[in-house]
């Protein structure tokens, strides 16, 4: 029998485009009424256009669904209480919460501004508090819920978007602190690290040859939200066309040990065998260089 979300409530950020569109979309169609929040930017967070979250809200209901457009911006705690309370007001329960919205301020750590800086991790990083902050009371008070926040493989590292990078990681953090403090109330919270094609990954600077489509992202989406997913929680998945995987929670590896202090002549004697985590950014960092010397776009 096919999950169903019927009765369920899901509010939906980022909602008019991209993953985020096609997350509302399934959502709606396994039963789910969608709060469809996008304030309409650019990919860049510039020249917002109202009409677009009202857009897939009309899509949903002529596909039979149930959908209201909002279009306030994450990155305030009014914004996203107005995107949780839309599924308050209109069907009196808010069940789970998808945080897709996202901008890209491109730029060289060396050479990126603070405006740069503060404007992604706004929209990604407080842009997933405001919206899990405005739920989670309701979540606790109705002992069930589910927060799905959007993270994505950069968050190990990125060689041109420090700002992007530093969001995402926080996001994963966020997610795995919320889930903690949350679990004894019956409420879960997940991330999704999504390879797709959309306006984002388009300007990408390596050709991304583990990818897919964001209709592929949204099957998990809607898991993670139904109740087949209850035991499910703290996790990381990265979703790339038919590939699903899971990441692995950060752990000690290795460890040196002795009795006092270490000096740092002995820490130099002994860091061959502890060793380091190798960061494969770094590979890729040697392959764009190559790459670019001759004329070529390298693959992630």
């Known amino acids: 029998m096919p999950i169903s979300l019927e009765e369920k409530v899901v509010a939906v950020t980022g909602a008019g485009r991209g993953i985020g569109r096609a997350a509302a979309l399934a959502l709606a169609d396994a039963g789910a009424r969608v709060v469809v929040s996008d304030l309409g930017v650019s990919a860049h967070g510039d020249d917002p256009d109202a009409t677009v979250a009202g857009e897939v809200a009309a899509e949903i209901a002529a596909r039979g669904g149930h959908a209201v457009a909002v279009t306030d911006s994450v990155t305030s705690m009014e914004g996203g209480q107005a995107i949780v309370g839309a599924g308050m007001d209109t069907w009196g329960r808010i069940d789970a919460v998808v945080c897709a919205a996202g901008i890209l301020r491109e730029k060289m750590f060396f050479n990126m501004s603070e405006e740069e800086w503060d404007s992604v ?8 508090f405001t919206v899990f902050r405005a739920a989670a009371p309701i979540m606790r008070e109705q002992r069930s819920g589910s927060l799905i926040g ?4 950069a968050f190990v590292a990125s060689v041109a978007q420090a700002n992007y990078s530093a969001a995402k990681a926080g996001i994963v953090s966020l997610v795995r602190s919320v889930a903690a403090g949350m679990h004894k109330y019956g409420v879960t919270a997940n991330c999704i690290a999504p390879t797709a094609r959309t306006r984002m990954s388009a300007d990408v600077p390596m050709k991304l040859t583990d990818i897919g489509d964001p209709e ?3 099957p998990m989406i809607v898991y993670l939200a139904s109740d087949e997913a209850r035991h499910v929680t703290a996790q990381v998945y990265s979703v790339a066309g038919g590939k699903i995987a899971l990441w692995s929670i950060p752990e000690e590896t290795k460890a040196i040990l002795k009795d006092g202090r270490w000096t740092p002549d002995e820490i130099s004697e002994r860091m061959a065998w502890i060793g380091q985590s190798r960061l494969g950014v770094l590979d890729r960092v040697k392959a764009m260089a190559q ?5 070529q776009r390298p693959n992630a």
């Open 291 to 295: 790459a670019a010397g001759e004329g």
């Open 121 to 128: 991790v706004a929209t990604h990083l407080k842009g997933t």
């Open 150 to 153: 959007v993270t994505s493989g």
């Open 216 to 218: 592929d992202v949204a």
